[in-house]
């Protein structure tokens, strides 16, 4: 049975603190909160009294997995001592999303969070408050938010679980971001049998603002004031994110205060406006999102990052149901809630200004200087705590590590033991195969229900290589966005899998032409009490802080969701990398289409024979063995500088990345995506050529007569170049180079190709 945190400390009227120390022998349910007994102890230690349960439900979420990283921090550290040495990081780690500077005064925000659980429990809301959550985080450090991008995983694609789960998270991120007038510009969705009845969503936002715009989440000035504004709090979400609402309540109250939070997009678009206007003004001198652990979370970080200390009057925080207890307010997840530190002169236009806007605001405390949280409920005083002891001192893990008992075995299963096809119509049916599966068939039953161009300032969008957003319309100035990652990789070899995922996004950004210049991630993996888990995800954070060295691409914050399994068996550990790179004239992007009838194709990269974790295995055999492909993080920047240098100088009409299903699966999506076939030939074994995923490679289509430019910069960079063919016609021709010359292999006409693309996912809608 539940414990019941809500029970009074003591009758009303009697000052709460002063009792837990006179009764330090009282029973309290830290367990069914999620703490552990040392975790209990060490509160008592810090207050030396038995902690209120107001103070219990504050350390309970804030010393959290999801809120105190507790776990993995000792491995997150490293992509701050690892981070490049680079001038355009304007704020790191630590804040509630990453600042870099893009020129001409601008910078941007970028940020990538997961909403996993929720999502699974009630799709709709879930992932529409996972998109609203991470807006806030981006308009909490004074940007604007422009663009939005989405990463879905889920079960098998013909699953009932999948069927009910996936169609209301696609409608839970459209719906959401679509109200807000956000354009979603990209993202993926995958299928695999590790992720049934654990889907993750995974979700980013990208913001702007200028350099002297940037807020902070701090409580500075002793005297100046803290308002809560936005949306009433109210029972939803009630420990949502950080998994501890189920362990607070009863049954009877369980059914009734729903572990999700709940969204309104048109109140968080009102919300946006009215803190832009806020903030342009200049009436706010700190301020933070409420979103997991709500009040909790952004009393005790504001007041540990400013002066201090904050007094609150809890009973002055505005309720849409009355009957919340003083713990349930402070675990509340509500939504479209942000809390500012504003000076006592600004107070007065800062409520006059959210009147205006609708928004409700009100003045719920103030910024001290003493060293202390206090909390206070008609008078009572229920909380007294060192805020940075909840926020900032929690427990720190180190987890045993262990490699996963059947990674040899799994490693040692390699795919060459599977038949492969050989001749011309085998080779014909995998690429349809390969076209068709789930993974790789068009998403446009999801994209379609997606606003990919409000606003007005969308270059590119999903399908192509990466999201590209114009920032200044003047000059031409943008940015382009990927999100990319693949838990087969990672499950095979977790230090090359998290590399490979950041190649492929790095790889993404710069088949648009654009400079990449800065990394965030999402980093999902099962539960860390289970060695195996903790050995892949330690393996992972530090291939990623070393490939991020290397390519020069600083770490700027992100998120870890741990405990994504289902029973026992956790996911394949997925890390979701998102680069963000720079266009210093957007109409010099490169997209991914054959449109230019004639243009020589060539294949930039080397190829080898690299099937381990591969899309043909997957939908082929429902394989997973052996090594992923190597990774090369010199040959990945070498490729970036050409595709960069080729976009300025205007050589390229087309550029696609090779990386899931290889160039088979480049070929298709660029020809279809242009309505234009292509007529190639292929060196070497064909079954290689078409279906290796080797990486720091790419298909392009050269503009006439700069061929010649194109193979200089490839040779000044170390770059292989292979002309495969040229674009043309109305099918997808195949050939391989012989001594006697090209032998015909096989042909495909666009129309089969499109009906074969596209049919997937609407017929499992329907």
Not at 124 to 143: E, K, L, N, P, W
């Amino acid at each position: 049975m539940a414990a019941d945190l809500g029970a009074p400390d003591v009758d009303p009227g009697t000052d709460t603190v002063d009792i837990a120390l006179r009764t330090p022998d009282r029973p309290q349910p830290f367990a069914e909160l999620g703490m552990k007994e040392d975790e209990y102890r060490r509160v008592r230690e810090i207050l030396g009294r038995r902690p209120t349960s107001a103070e219990l439900a504050i350390y309970s979420v804030m010393w959290s997995e999801h809120c105190s990283y507790k776990s993995s921090k000792v491995h997150l550290r490293q992509f701050g001592e690892k981070a490049p040495k680079t001038d355009a990081l304007l704020v790191g780690m630590g804040e509630n999303a990453g600042v870099v500077d893009i020129g001409q005064g601008w910078a941007v925000t970028f940020k990538v969070e997961s909403h996993n659980h929720p999502s699974y429990v009630e799709p709709y809301q879930g992932a529409a408050t996972g998109v609203g959550g991470i807006v806030r985080d981006i308009m909490s450090m004074g940007a604007r938010p422009i663009a939005v991008m989405d990463s879905l995983r889920f079960g098998p694609a013909d699953a009932p679980d999948t069927q009910r789960v996936l169609p209301g998270v696609v409608a839970g991120v459209g719906g959401y971001g679509n109200s807000l007038g956000l354009p979603n510009i990209g993202g993926e969705t995958v299928f695999d049998a590790c992720y049934a009845q654990n889907p993750l969503v995974n979700a980013l936002c990208v913001g702007v603002l200028k350099h002297d715009e940037i807020k902070r989440a701090t409580a500075p000035g002793p005297g100046n004031r803290v308002i809560l504004f936005g949306a009433t709090t109210g029972p939803d979400g009630i420990g949502g994110a950080s998994v501890l609402a189920s362990a607070t309540f009863d049954d009877e109250s369980q059914a009734k205060r729903p572990a999700v939070q709940v969204g309104d997009p048109f109140l968080e678009k009102i919300l946006i406006e009215c803190c832009l206007e806020l903030f342009q003004e200049d009436l706010v001198v700190g301020i933070q999102d409420l979103g997991a652990a709500g009040v909790s979370c952004a009393t005790t970080e504001l007041a540990a990052a400013g002066t201090g200390g904050m007094d609150v009057r809890l009973d002055t925080v505005p309720l849409r149901d009355e009957t919340l207890l003083p713990e349930e307010i402070l675990m509340s997840e509500s939504q479209e809630r942000m809390m500012a530190v504003v000076e006592p002169a600004k107070v007065d236009r800062f409520l006059e200004i959210c009147a205006r806007w609708e928004i409700p605001a009100t003045v719920i405390g103030e910024v001290t200087d003493t060293g202390r949280l206090v909390m206070t409920w008609h008078g009572e005083t229920i909380v007294d705590i060192p805020p940075g002891t909840a926020a900032d001192e929690g427990p720190v893990y180190e987890r045993p590590i262990a490699p996963p008992a059947d990674l040899g075995t799994l490693q040692s299963d390699t795919p060459g033991r599977l038949t492969r096809p050989s001749t011309g119509d085998e080779l014909r049916r995998t690429v349809l195969w390969l076209a068709g599966s789930p993974n790789l068939a068009s998403k446009t039953w999801i994209t379609s229900q997606y606003d990919r161009y409000v606003l007005g300032n969308t270059v590119q969008a999903m399908p192509e290589n990466a999201g590209v957003v114009r920032i200044d319309p003047d000059s031409g100035l943008g940015v382009a966005l990927s999100l990319d990652g693949n838990g087969r990789y990672t499950r095979l070899d977790p230090y090359s899998g998290a590399q490979l995922a950041l190649s492929e996004a790095y790889r993404n950004v710069a088949a648009t032409g654009a400079r990449p210049l800065a990394v965030t991630n999402c980093l999902n993996f099962g539960s860390p009490e289970d060695p195996g888990v903790m050995w892949q995800f330690a393996q992972a954070t530090e291939g990623l802080a070393d490939a991020c060295q290397y390519l020069g691409v600083p770490v700027t914050g992100g998120n870890v969701s741990f405990y994504n399994q289902t029973g026992t068996t956790p996911i394949n550990p997925t890390p979701v990398i998102g680069v963000l790179g720079v266009h210093d004239d957007v109409r010099n992007r490169v997209n991914m289409s054959f449109t230019s009838d004639g243009a020589t194709i060539a294949l930039l990269g080397e190829t080898r024979e690299e099937f381990g974790g591969s899309e043909w295995a997957h939908v082929v055999y429902g394989h997973l063995g052996g090594l992923p492909p190597k990774v090369d993080l010199a040959a990945e920047r070498a490729l970036a500088s050409v595709l960069i240098q080729a976009g300025r100088e205007g050589l390229l009409t087309a550029a696609h990345d090779l990386s899931d299903g290889g160039l088979s699966q480049a070929l298709v999506e660029s020809c279809l995506r242009g309505g234009l076939g292509a007529k190639v030939a292929l060196p070497g074994d064909p079954f290689v050529a078409l279906f290796s995923e080797s990486v720091a490679r790419a298909v392009v289509t050269i503009r006439p007569g700069g061929e010649s430019r194109v193979a200089a910069l490839c040779e000044q960079a170390g770059v292989p170049v292979t002309q495969l063919g040229v674009a043309g016609g109305d099918s997808l021709q195949v050939a391989s180079w012989t001594p006697e010359g090209d032998q015909e292999l096989f042909s495909v006409p666009l129309a089969e190709l499109r009906e074969t693309h596209e049919r997937m996912l609407p017929s499992y809608a329907d």
